[in-house]
């Protein structure tokens, strides 16, 4: 059974920082590209940052410069540091993995961790 957990999550205060961590078991994750979306009530899962299996990353215009992706494949886990947070970034934090060949789209979520940033 494929497993994400995330851990990490908290509340902070406007401009401090979290660092979330998303473990995988039940499956090797060298080959699938991981990513961080969140989510508030009542609006759409948004991308924060993705990461391929060579490293390449991209990132949230709301995001860049403040959070940084990144991946331990022998650990089977992926990263996302978070500074300089602001109350808009208040969400809850689900972690992705995603393969797509030429047979099969393989796609798992974690169960999400709250992130909320407030004074």
């Known amino acids: 059974q494929v497993q994400l957990v995330e851990s990490g999550g908290g509340s902070v205060q406007p401009g401090g920082s979290l660092r979330l961590s998303c473990a995988a078991s039940g499956t090797t994750f060298t080959a699938y590209t991981l990513g961080w979306y969140r989510q508030v009530p009542g609006k759409q899962r948004d991308l924060v940052a993705t990461i391929t299996t060579g490293g390449s990353t991209n990132y949230a215009d709301s995001v860049k410069g403040r959070f940084t992706i990144g991946r331990d494949n022998a650990k089977n886990t992926v990263y996302l540091q978070m500074n300089s947070l602001k109350p808009e970034d208040t969400a809850v934090y689900y972690c992705?993995?995603?393969?797509?060949?030429?047979?099969?789209?393989?796609?798992?979520w974690g169960q999400g961790t709250q992130v909320t940033v407030s004074s």
């Open positions: 992705n993995a995603r393969r797509i060949t030429v047979l099969t789209a393989t796609n798992y």
